[in-house]
């Protein structure tokens, strides 16, 4: 579909320093001034700082807030993630290798659904994992949190020792159903206790690496991950087998976890995994009803039918920008 002339953006300043946008604004700020304006619900100031993304080309920087905002704050509705990871794969399949994607019909109106969508929508409070103390790692205080009556993960003989109490904890947990608080407490307590000793291990420069289990969609090097053993424990619950939305938002947020994974990455990563063992523990219960109104479609077209003016007042305030650099 073509653009009329009055709305195309000219040619866009690509940024060399990938700390700053088109526009000259510090690529961290907008990044922060989207994030505030889509926990605001201020959804004219989220679309004005994702065109400026999008100019700058950093269309994943967008997904990156969107995915972070999904995870963190809208995870008691698997109806709502599902239409985001949908749109996802549609981003990657479709959008991703663009040139001046910003001048593409088809590209504008997705973002400005996807942001307008996630921006009226209804946010939770973050999730926060437990904080794991010194106490924690006494002998005596370890002894009275097992709780496992069996050993549920097939370990090897490389797979670290340390990793293996905490890591059968996490799966005894996550396969009781119980659906209670106190057993997702238990669950991301032993999931903390991992990354605590992950990163204690990181830190005096020691091996951290387990068995090595394949998998397609990592770099066979990162295959050793003890991240692989829990996700192969979470997607072989019993309850992927009757939960079709389930298993899918499971499937394509491992996906997401393993997309260019790698050590320095992992972190950021983290919060995937968490956001995965709420949905397999459903604890609050989760809202699986298909007429599940997880956002206004009326609001959402009012966005969508202004689309080209939306980036339109964005051209005129990167025309002004541009005008005032060259009179410098």
């Known amino acids: 579909m073509d653009i009329k002339s009055k709305y195309i953006f000219p040619y866009v300043k690509i940024p060399i320093k990938k700390s700053i946008t088109s526009s000259d604004y510090g690529k961290s700020k907008v990044i922060t001034k989207l994030k505030k304006a889509i926990m605001n619900k201020d959804v004219d100031t989220a679309l004005f700082w994702m065109i400026e993304l999008h100019i700058s080309e950093y269309l994943f920087c967008i997904w990156k807030v969107v995915l972070e905002i999904s995870f963190k704050h809208i995870y008691t509705n698997p109806i709502f993630i599902q239409y985001i990871l949908r749109e996802f794969t549609y981003y990657q399949n479709n959008f991703r290798n663009i040139e001046y994607s910003y001048n593409n ?12 969508a996630i921006t009226i929508i209804d946010k939770q409070k973050k999730i926060k994992l437990s904080k794991i103390e010194p106490d924690n790692f006494e002998k005596e205080n370890l002894k009275s949190l097992i709780e496992a009556d069996k050993i549920y993960v097939h370990f090897f003989s490389t797979d670290k020792k340390c990793l293996r109490m905490p890591i059968n904890e996490l799966v005894y947990n996550i396969y009781k159903n119980d659906n209670t608080y106190e057993t997702r407490e238990k669950a991301l307590f032993w999931l903390s206790f991992c990354f605590f000793l992950e990163k204690k291990y990181k830190k ?19 295959n050793t991950d003890y991240s692989l053993i829990i ?13 079709k939305i389930l298993k899918s938002n499971l499937r394509k947020l491992f ?24 949905q397999i523990l459903d604890t609050p219960n989760l809202n699986y009803s298909e007429y599940c109104p997880f ?18 007042y964005s051209i005129f305030q990167y025309s002004k920008y541009i005008l005032q650099q060259s009179n410098n």
Not at 204 to 222: A, H, L, M, P, T
Not at 231 to 243: A, E, R, V
Not at 295 to 312: D, H
């Open 231 to 243: 996700w192969n424990k979470i997607l072989s619950h019993q309850k992927l087998k009757s939960n």
């Open 255 to 278: 996906k997401i976890f393993c997309e260019s994974f790698t050590p320095s990455r992992k972190l950021s990563k983290n919060n995937l995994l968490v956001y995965a063992i709420y």
């Open 295 to 312: 956002f206004n479609y009326k609001e959402i077209l009012k966005y969508q039918i202004n689309t080209n003016r939306i980036y339109q």
């Open 105 to 116: 019909q088809e590209v504008r109106n997705h973002f400005v659904e996807v942001i307008t």
């Open 204 to 222: 005096k420069k020691r091996d951290f690496s387990c068995f090595s289990r394949g998998n397609e969609y990592i770099d066979q090097k990162y």
